[in-house]
Nanobody, 123 residues
Framework: VQLQASGGGLVQAGGSLRLSCAAS????????VGWFRQAPGKEREFVAS????????YYPTSMKGRLSISRDNAKKTVYLQMNSLKPEDTAVYYC?????????????????WGQGTLVTVSS
C-alpha cells in the first residue's frame, strides 16, 4: 500500500487542522493506520492510531482530548483532526500502516510510511 499525507499548513495557536492520509491499493481495509510526528531535532513520536475497521482508536495520554483519528475505508483515507493547536505541535506529520492488528507507538511495526505533511503553529 502507498500512503500520501496532506492537509498540513500554517495555523495560529488555538486553531484546528484536519490531516488526511490517502492510500492506494485494494487492501487498505486490512491495515491499521497510525499518525506520527517529527519536530526538528527530535525523534519521531506517535500521536494516534486506528484499527482496521475504525472501531478502536489509541492515543498517548499527552494527545488525548485534542486529537481525533478516524478512517473511511470506502475512500481509503484516514483523518487526523487536531484542535487547540499549540506551537509545540509544529512538526512534520506522517501516516503509517501496518498489516498487523497492532496499535501503538512502536515504529518498527509499521510497514508503510507516507511522505509527511508539515504543520506549523504560530504563537
Amino acid at each position: 500500500v502507498q500512503l500520501q499525507a496532506s492537509g498540513g499548513g500554517l495555523v495560529q495557536a488555538g486553531g484546528s487542522l484536519r490531516l488526511s492520509c490517502a492510500a492506494s491499493g485494494r487492501t487498505f481495509s486490512s491495515y491499521s493506520v497510525g499518525w506520527f510526528r517529527q519536530a526538528p531535532g527530535k525523534e519521531r513520536e506517535f500521536v494516534a492510531s486506528v484499527t482496521l475497521s475504525g472501531g478502536t482508536t489509541y492515543y498517548p495520554t499527552s494527545m488525548k482530548g485534542r486529537l481525533s483519528i478516524s478512517r473511511d475505508n470506502a475512500k481509503k483515507t484516514v483523518y487526523l483532526q487536531m484542535n487547540s493547536l499549540k506551537p509545540e505541535d509544529t512538526a512534520v506529520y506522517y501516516c503509517a500502516a501496518t498489516s498487523t492488528r497492532y496499535q501503538g507507538p512502536d515504529k518498527t511495526v509499521y510497514d508503510y510510511w507516507g511522505q509527511g505533511t508539515l504543520v506549523t503553529v504560530s504563537s
